[in-house]
């Protein structure tokens, strides 16, 4: 029941997070937005629609497309987005305080980056999705084969054109700092807490370490079986994943006791597991 509703009110709060960016800042400067938000904006300058009107009207649209090529179980996870998403913004359009608080229109971008980012993100790791343009990615893919990645990016660069003779210069180059900025921290919101650092040792005195990281600094260890290059002799690699804070301990303890060891450390985004998404024995 806890996690139900710790995924609803991340949902809730990353939509929220979304609309207030595109609507009170983004919007409100003028400044180019990709996806069903920039349709909207393309509707509202030409046939002077609301934006959430607009944007509920395209939601529904791909909501119902989504649910015949890709099937409910797809649909499902973009149902809240498709439904919350165009209510924040008709609630945040009838809201003149919040229009032009964010005078500097380079700081709103930049704001807003941050906003859309960290939104996505929480719907994303609630295991929702955002919807808009990804179904029609989503569905090129699957009827045309089309990339999704080649996919978004043309439906995205579509959206930008038809902004392009509303907006100057400038509000573009906001628009696409906004973006590259949301996507720098939507890639830190999907890894947190999870990104951990991997050690490889090449050593002739492993059980030595194994011993020494096992009990000193209570962390897992794996022993591989492996083979040195060289003389084809037999060996055997010790691999542990830590945390960060734990690196520099796990580097002096290895040191210590074979300064010659060959040590590969390299960042992994996820670990799960007995000992890290399980509990320990």
């Not at 809730?12 to 207030?20: E, T, W, Y």
């Not at 015949?68 to 996870?77: D, K, M, Q």
């Not at 973009?78 to 229009?99: D, G, K, N």
Request: overall charge positive; proline content about 4%.
């Amino acid at each position: 029941m806890k996690t139900k509703l710790w995924q609803a009110a991340c949902i809730l709060l990353g939509n929220f997070l979304v609309a207030f960016a595109i609507s009170t800042l983004m919007l409100d400067h003028g400044i180019v937005v990709g996806g069903v938000s920039g349709l909207g904006a393309v509707a509202q300058h030409y046939f002077h629609i609301p934006v959430s009107f607009a944007v509920a009207v395209l939601n529904g649209v791909l909501f119902l497309l989504g649910l015949v090529v890709l099937g409910w179980r797809f649909a499902l996870t973009t149902l809240a987005s498709t439904l919350v998403f165009p209510a924040y913004l008709r609630i945040l359009e009838q809201c003149p305080a919040l229009q032009g608080w964010m005078p500097d229109p380079l700081a709103a971008a930049l704001i807003a980056g941050c906003c859309v980012g960290f939104g996505i993100g929480l719907v994303i790791r609630a295991g929702a999705s955002t919807g808009g343009v990804d179904i029609l990615a989503l569905t090129l893919n699957k009827k045309r084969g089309v990339p999704v990645h080649i996919a978004l990016y043309a439906i995205d660069l579509a959206v930008l054109v038809l902004q392009l003779p509303m907006r100057d210069v400038m509000q573009v180059f906001y628009g696409l700092a906004a973006t590259a900025l949301s996507s720098a921290v939507l890639n830190k919101v999907l890894a947190a807490g999870a990104s951990l650092s991997q050690v490889v040792v090449v050593s002739d005195r492993c059980e030595e370490i194994r011993a020494a990281v096992l009990h000193n600094l209570d962390a897992g260890v794996t022993l591989l079986a492996s083979e040195k290059g060289y003389t084809g002799q037999p060996s055997r690699l010790l691999l542990t994943v830590v945390p960060y804070r734990k690196l520099p301990a796990v580097r002096a303890c290895i040191n210590q006791i074979d300064p010659e060891a060959f040590v590969i450390v390299s960042q992994v985004a996820e670990v799960g597991g007995r000992g890290f998404t399980l509990a320990r024995l």
